[in-house]
């Protein structure tokens, strides 16, 4: 009897086993859970999971970001800061004889194939192997001599490309005098006679004529900004001459740029800082003066200055 008790009893141990496991298996059949779902996982009645149907609603998994769509995002190029700057001039350096005596002949012989020379100084010199400035799309000619080293005129047209480039529609800038075609004196300035002086009009918000004042409300300032600063980062200005009244306006409109777009160091005049890259002068509120440095150009004035009064008259080259 006590045999038949023990067997029985183990019929009835190993049916609730299988009841256990098959009710664990219905309660994960209606346990599902999505990790990227923000509410709580549901589960179903045990009398719904039993018919098939569950009174919860139904849960939908949320898709994962495909890769390439991540991939596609990270790639999406970011707007650059301010508007790239034209290619700094490159000019195919000339052969210069390294004889006083051969340099003496190319000058009467062949003076084309030296290039430009930038005699004395730009208060007392001569311009050798001029390059005119000639209009364009985008510079007016005011000024009535308009002859400078090779090097100052691709600088002038490449400062203009820039700005034309980066803000389309641009009206003409307008280019007063450089130099005579051999330089020397030009009344009325100082300087403007060793081909490396250019007075530059501004750019204004409304039409303005040649030697127009530069004022808060008038003065185009992104591009007359976009001017100055494509002059000095072609790497051969020297000093730009500017009146401290339009320098306060320029640079004031400059400090709200971001800083990756304001200049790492200080252009600008300032009664603690004098030696700067643009400079105070009398008279330039109309417009700004341009002083070139052509190391090349002023190498070779320095050679030949004393040879210039010997030479036949050479004809000025053209561009």
Known sequence: MARCSVVKLGHVGLLGALMTVAF???FLAVWHWNPLQNHPPVMASAASSAAGTSSAPALTEVPAASASAVSSAELVPQKPTRCPSEPKVELRRKDVPPSDQELFRFL????????SASVGKPTRGSLFGGVELRESEG?????AYGWGTELVIRSIERAVREVRRCFPETPKLRVGD????KGGWLRPHA???SGLDVDVGYYYRVPAGWYEKATAKNLDLPRTWALVRAFVEGGNVDTIFMDLAVQRVVKAYV???????????EWFQSPTKKDTTIRHAWGHATHFHVRFRDPDAEALGERIKGMLPRIRKVKPRKP
């Open 24 to 26: 664990a298996g219905s």
């Open 255 to 265: 400090a709200t740029l971001p800083n990756e777009e304001q200049p790492v160091e």
């Open 191 to 193: 300087s403007h006679q």
């Open 108 to 115: 009467q012989e062949n003076p084309e194939l030296l290039g």
């Open 139 to 143: 510079i007016a000619r005011e000024g």
């Open 178 to 181: 450089i130099s005579r075609d």
